[in-house]
T-cell receptor, first 115, second 114 residues
Framework: AQTVTQSQPEMSVQEAETVTLSCTYD???????LFWYKQPPSRQMILVIR??????QNATENRFSVNFQKAAKSFSLKISDSQLGDAAMYFC????????????FGAGTTVTVRA | KAGVTQTPRYLIKTRGQQVTLSCSPI?????VSWYQQTPGQGLQFLFE???????NKGNFPGRFSGRQFSNSRSEMNVSTLELGDSALYLC?????????????FGPGTRLTVL
């Protein structure tokens, strides 16, 4: 079974600054997908960014980017120019590309943004 | 396009009762997955349905069951409720089965078991 670990329960960032959330995972597969989801206090989970394991290039979505280190099984999320609306719980998730397709989530990191 | 809807949004039940939660996926989506979210266990996968067939199942007891109808709407049932079943139950829909199918989540149903 795949295990996803987020070692930072909480992170705080000043508005306009940058924060990096860490995520590591354990898998014996070579083909998989990694995701970062955001869950604001309203509880609607939304996809922030996705990375295919076969792609070496790190994914970027506006102010959100990832640092994907396949050999180290590490998948961190960088939020640049943080905004008040970025305050939420962030979940790292793993999904196999070849076997069952369930999402395995990490425990989450709560991000607070200071004005 | 309307998003994923879940009903009811809040539910209070007592131990031993059973409950049915409903999920309506985004129009055209045929895959529906269910997740349980608790402070202690985090987000855990329950099951996934595609074209009315259960395609994948998580490690939950048989008290948790589900089904999907021909219009892709899905229901999840929990029988003989226990206190530990109190959780936020999230439903997610996808246009396709498999890893590439991006999952769109609903707002969840908050179940409280007294």
């Amino acid at each position: 079974a795949q295990t996803v670990t987020q070692s930072q329960p909480e992170m705080s960032v000043q508005e306009a600054e940058t924060v990096t959330l860490s995520c590591t995972y354990d898998t014996s597969e070579s083909d998989y997908y990694l995701f970062w989801y955001k869950q604001p206090p309203s509880r609607q989970m939304i996809l922030v960014i996705r990375q295919e394991a076969y792609k070496q290039q790190n994914a970027t979505e506006n102010r959100f980017s990832v640092n994907f280190q396949k050999a180290a099984k590490s998948f961190s999320l960088k939020i640049s120019d943080s905004q008040l609306g970025d305050a939420a719980m962030y979940f790292c998730a793993y999904r196999s590309a070849s076997s069952d397709y369930k999402l395995s989530f990490g425990a989450g990191t709560t991000v607070t943004v200071r004005a | 396009k309307a998003g994923v809807t879940q009903t009811p949004r809040y539910l209070i039940k007592t131990r031993g009762q059973q409950v049915t939660l409903s999920c309506s996926p985004i129009s055209g989506h045929r895959s529906v997955s269910w997740y349980q979210q608790t402070p202690g266990q985090g987000l855990q996968f329950l099951f996934e349905y595609f074209s009315e067939t259960q395609r994948n199942k998580g490690n939950f007891p048989g008290r948790f069951s589900g089904r999907q109808f021909s219009n892709s709407r899905s229901e999840m049932n929990v029988s003989t409720l226990e206190l530990g079943d109190s959780a936020l139950y999230l439903c997610a829909s996808s246009s396709r089965l498999g890893a590439l199918g991006e999952q769109f989540f609903g707002p969840g149903t908050r179940l409280t078991v007294l």
